[in-house]
């Protein structure tokens, strides 16, 4: 007898029980606001309106399916099983949080507070929840197949993003390394810089593209679903021991970036979760490319 589905809702605190858990009360946290120029009442808000939507979102799960929820600071704790439905409610980088962490599963991502959010990953309502679990159990929804990122250490660490990876030192220290393409005849450059930065076509839309503009947009951005990543070089630094000649480029579904520390420590952490990073030190090397795994994300 098969198991019946299970929806996993995923959920973060939002900044109104941030600010009370921090000054014991709601009229010490209005009063924390109130002395910063801002109103506690907005930020109550939108507290309710993430509240009504995960409430929304609970009643239109199937009375005979399982449920569960699991907050984004516990994700690197939870364990997801092959037959569940994510339901991310909240914003899109919420569904950019959960996605390492998944093998397949499809991905409902719910707008909790319409309108702040650009709605990129979080594409749905709360009150169209019901039908679209149905579809995405079943198979029979429409699915857009997201390209991810992965970086792969010579010690088997393996770290994977839906947006971008980032390589680089801790803080603001210099990062060393030496920096080449596995398809361009073994040759490399040492660097100095503030990090290297390899985007997706989601990430297209988020910290790549800033990057990008920077660089006046030369290449052309990949699309969501496109298997090819960009990758810059953040402020290469020139000397007589390293160059700034490979600061950015393109990688093909089979192509791979790979780096070779040489700093004391370099760390490697994606879509923005610092605490869950993969840790290098002197000599190591990594290889960053397009993952075999992507996000399957109900349309």
């Not at 919420?94 to 979080?122: E, F, H, M, T, W």
């Not at 995405?136 to 971008?164: I, P, Y």
């Not at 000599?283 to 490319?289: A, D, H, I, S, W």
């Amino acid at each position: 007898m098969s198991l019946a589905p299970r929806v996993v809702l995923v959920h973060r605190t939002t900044e109104y029980e941030e600010l009370v858990a921090r000054h014991g009360t709601h009229g010490q946290a209005a009063f924390f606001l109130a002395s910063r120029g801002r109103d506690i009442a907005e930020v109550a808000e939108r507290h309710h309106r993430t509240r009504r939507a995960l409430a929304d979102v609970t009643s239109a799960i199937p009375l005979t399916w399982r449920q569960s929820r699991v907050e984004r600071a516990d994700l690197d704790r939870f364990l997801f099983a092959p037959e569940d439905v994510v339901v991310v409610v909240g914003q899109d980088g919420l569904v950019a949080n959960v996605a390492k962490y998944l093998a397949g599963q499809p991905v409902l991502g719910i707008d909790s507070d319409p309108g702040r959010n650009p709605g990129v990953l979080v594409r749905h309502r709360p009150e169209n929840t019901g039908p679209l679990l149905t579809a995405a159990q079943s198979a029979r929804g429409t699915f857009d197949e997201l390209t991810m990122v992965e970086a792969v250490a010579d010690d088997t660490q393996r770290l994977v993003a839906l947006n971008e990876i980032y390589l680089g030192a801790v803080g603001h220290q210099t990062a060393r390394y030496r920096l080449g393409l596995e398809d361009d005849g073994g040759v490399v450059e040492a660097q100095a810089s503030s990090g290297v930065l390899i985007g997706t076509g989601t990430g297209a839309t988020s910290w790549i593209r800033s990057v990008w503009q920077e660089r006046g947009g030369q290449l052309r951005l990949p699309s969501p679903t496109e298997e090819r990543l960009l990758w810059y070089v953040r402020e290469a630094w020139p000397s007589p021991a390293t160059g700034t000649s490979r600061v950015a480029g393109e990688l093909a579904a089979a192509a791979r970036l790979h780096l070779t520390v040489e700093s004391e420590r370099l760390v490697a952490f994606g879509d923005g979760m610092e605490t869950d990073a993969v840790e290098l030190t002197w000599g190591q090397t990594v290889r960053v490319g397009v993952c075999r795994e992507r996000l399957r994300l109900v349309g």
